[in-house]
């Protein structure tokens, strides 16, 4: 019996990061704006990742930005990942998070790195 266990690798940056999760971030837009209300298509289709990276760097100045990347370690992919901010009145959240439906069932397991 083949062993189908995928292993995912998981990294953490700051903004240096965001470029490795543009491919990611694209599909996740595109998965809302295919499920969005009418009146929210338009708007969606506009977003570009360029503006929202410079969003997500602004909002974290003075603060933290944190990105967590999920990598397929066999194909060396980002398969997922989460982006997280603290403003500098230490106001956290999430700002975006994503993991390839393929990787959304069991199957998985991690190494942090």
Request: aromatic share 6%; glycine share 12%; proline share 1%.
């Amino acid at each position: 019996m083949k062993d189908e266990t995928t292993v995912i690798t998981y990294t953490q940056t700051g903004a240096e990061g965001l470029d490795k999760i543009e491919g990611l971030w694209c599909k996740l837009r595109q998965h809302h704006q295919e499920r969005a209300p009418e009146v929210f298509k338009e708007f969606l289709g506009m977003l570009t990742y360029d503006s929202r990276k410079k969003g997500l760097i602004e909002k974290s100045a003075g603060g933290h930005l944190l990105v967590d990347v999920a990598t397929d370690k066999g194909t060396g992919k980002a398969i997922g990942y989460c982006v997280s901010s603290m403003s500098a009145k230490r106001v956290g959240e999430i700002e975006s998070i994503y993991i390839s439906r393929k990787n959304t069932a069991g199957g998985t397991s991690g190494t942090n790195s």
